[in-house]
């Protein structure tokens, strides 16, 4: 069964509300709501003095109209008492200020105190609700890591740190080695003198930054599969368990492959507009959300929080179109959502998210935005094989979490954006409407055609030879800048010619680098078929002197012609582009016309924000067609008006 629904607060409202809102629900096409995350007070008023009777009124209501459950662990906010009895459960700023009760979230990962009271909640609550049949799936706290709770700089943190050093490094000495702690005198006699990175005078040692930051992950990751495991305990045989994913993924500090690891499938919170954004994100970047919580777990996933109305705290920003959420919903069944729930049935009147819009407004007229929830639950509802369906892709994106951290201790460019430069790749063949798998770089590639490798400057041997295997037996790989800078531990590797350990695959050697702000762009010339393709670079350049590949653009400013920008090697029986800086679009869909002919990938012309996503079920083919602008556009015989969205067949 597909399921479709809403996020519920009946604790928000008035008893005598919730008959008429499930019935609301109910009419509206939904078959479950989302409900009792953030609701732990409800459930332990006071310390030990467990009381499930609201939800399970609740829970009771809910079946008479026909809805099943998903309930949340309420360990997002905890109750003022526990703060109050146990402060040390509050996280710390790099500045020292203790997080003060108010807001969510704040609890420290590390805090024991947090860990006992949390496991103590979250097993009475599942123990409670194993057999109750409506209850169908656990969420798992809420958007771990989210508006910044990932960082925790108090003494408990500061104390589980040395111990993962200590565990990790076989001495001081060896860890003073690999960090480079002689620099600036910083050679430590022992782990008790090593500092969380906290603010100092000018910058700390990257490899600790790094250090740090696979703390953090360890911190949250640890957090979630300890409260993974009570549930999994003692949950009932037809329950299922996930958290949900919020959107920032790449800003966050932990790894989000390992976080869900325990889970039955990922959950996703899809908001492609919030806060004070006078406009959505681009298509592709909401399109790249979908494809990365789909690789989390290389399965379908859900989404558990759909935007429909306007979102935001103390500041709120573009009002979605009429249509444009019911299309935002289809893009995100054409990536592999299989099941829905919207946020949220009715925008709460008090508290932090009063203007956090729902379905229904404070108004409870169910107006456009109902009638637009209950037409896409109609259409899609009919489409349940469809949405089940395997996504398989020729076109991979590969993700390192240490890499990404590595960027965010040293950026070496004002401008750069690890999103932007992942989707700087990921545009192009996104818009050939081709499937794309945003991955992490340890995955098997030998089902892809192509794989894209953004701005991937740390990088062990392991990978750049499983690169080299993949390109040797016929695959494609496009490099985008700073490949191969430096190793695991963060550091350069001294005496090597960049690109480092893909040199020989790339063709080509980096004989001298730049960093470029966005605003500088460098006009390039294009060489061969590219010599018609306007192009340039900012954000940051690499000079390269081809050794064996051939160069598709090369610089023309003064001091640097000569040097290529861009690069297209042959190896083995397959072809490794790099792309040695910020390029310019055009350049960059040129690449992926000539790289989705050559591979012989499935690709489907479209107008520019017109989505087409296919997907199949055994022999039918059926296409997702998706209007992103307020525009009326055109799909072949198919007319798409502003926002409209529709799968057909064929
Ligand atoms: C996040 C949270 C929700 C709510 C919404 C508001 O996704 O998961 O609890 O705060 O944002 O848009
Ligand atoms: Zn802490």
Redesign the pocket.
């Known amino acids: 069964m597909t399921y479709l629904g809403v996020d519920y607060y009946p604790e928000h409202w008035p008893e005598e509300m919730m008959g008429e809102d499930l019935q609301g629900i109910k009419d509206m096409g939904a078959n479950i709501i989302r409900i009792g ?2 609701a732990w007070h409800l459930m332990e008023k006071e310390e030990g003095a467990f009381d499930f009777s609201y939800f399970d009124h609740v829970i009771e209501k809910a079946k008479q109209h026909g809805l099943d459950v998903m309930f949340g662990t309420p360990t997002a906010t905890f109750p003022a008492w526990l703060a109050q009895k146990h402060p040390s459960i509050l996280s710390e700023n790099e500045n020292g200020n203790k997080r003060v009760f108010g807001g969510r979230r704040q609890y420290c990962f590390n805090s024991d105190k947090y860990r006992q009271y949390a496991a103590g909640i979250t097993k009475q609550l599942v123990q409670h609700y194993k057999d109750e049949e409506a209850i169908v799936s656990w969420q798992i706290d ?2 771990f890591g ?1 508006e910044g709770s990932d960082m925790c700089y108090c003494d408990q943190c500061y104390a589980a740190f040395h111990q993962y050093l200590e565990n990790k490094y076989d001495s001081v000495g060896q860890l003073n080695d690999e960090w480079g702690t002689i620099f600036w005198g910083q050679t430590y006699n022992d782990f008790s003198e090593i500092p969380i990175p906290k603010p100092t005078v000018t910058t700390h040692n990257p490899t600790l930054k790094l250090e740090w930051a696979r703390f953090r992950s360890s911190s949250v990751n640890g957090f979630t599969h300890e409260m993974t495991a009570i549930v999994n305990e003692h949950k009932g045989s037809h329950q299922t368990v996930t958290t ?1 994913v ?1 959107g920032g993924f790449f800003d966050k500090w932990f790894d989000h492959e390992e976080n869900v690891k325990p889970m039955d499938f990922v959950s996703y ?1 899809n ?1 492609p507009v ?1 806060g004070g954004l006078e406009k959505p994100i681009p298509p592709e970047a909401i399109a790249m959300t979908h494809d990365f919580n789909r690789g989390l777990l290389d399965q379908n996933y859900w989404i558990v ?1 759909e ?1 429909m109305g306007a ?2 705290h103390d500041v709120i920003g573009y009002l979605p179109r009429p249509n444009q959420a019911k299309m935002w919903s289809y893009q995100a069944f054409a990536h592999g959502c299989s099941n829905m729930l919207y ?2 049935w009715r925008g709460m009147t008090k508290g932090a ?1 009063q203007f ?1 819009y729902g379905v229904v407004d404070h108004d409870n007229v169910y107006g456009r935005k109902y009638k637009e929830v209950q037409s896409l639950f109609n259409e899609i509802k009919e489409h349940e094989e469809l949405l089940n369906a395997e996504i398989n892709s020729d076109v991979a994106v590969l993700y390192d979490y240490d890499n990404i951290w590595s960027w965010r201790s040293q950026i070496q460019s004002k401008d750069f954006d690890f999103n932007a430069e992942l989707l700087r790749l990921y545009r192009p063949f996104y818009r050939k409407n081709t499937n794309i798998d945003v991955i992490p770089a340890t995955r098997d590639l030998s089902t892809y055609k192509v794989v894209l490798v953004p701005v991937m400057q740390l990088m062990d041997d392991t990978l750049a030879s499983r690169l080299r295997t993949f390109a040797d037996e016929g695959g494609t790989v496009i490099f985008s800048y700073r490949a191969g800078l430096k190793g695991r531990d963060n550091n350069i590797r001294l005496g090597e010619v960049l690109p480092g350990p893909v040199r020989e695959l790339i063709g080509a050697r980096v004989e001298e680098i730049e960093s470029l702000t966005a605003a500088h762009q460098l006009e390039l010339q294009g060489e061969g078929s590219f010599a018609e393709v306007p192009a340039h670079i900012s954000v940051w350049r690499d000079l390269l002197v081809p050794e064996q590949a051939e160069t598709l653009y090369s610089y023309q400013d003064q001091f640097y012609k000569g040097y290529a920008a861009v690069t297209k090697n042959s190896f083995g029986k397959g072809s490794v582009y790099y792309v040695g800086g910020g390029l310019s679009e055009e350049a960059l869909e040129k690449i992926a016309a000539d790289v989705t002919n050559d591979c012989g990938i499935d690709t489907i012309e479209s107008e520019r924000d017109v989505e087409v996503y296919r997907r199949h079920i055994g022999g039918d083919s059926y296409l997702f067609l998706m209007n992103h602008s307020d525009k009326e556009k055109s799909y072949g015989m198919e007319k798409l008006g502003p926002f409209e969205s529709r799968i057909v067949k064929g």
């Open positions: 995350e953030f809420n958007e989210h949900n919020s919170d908001y919030w929080e935007l979102q935001g946020f949220r998210e956090c």
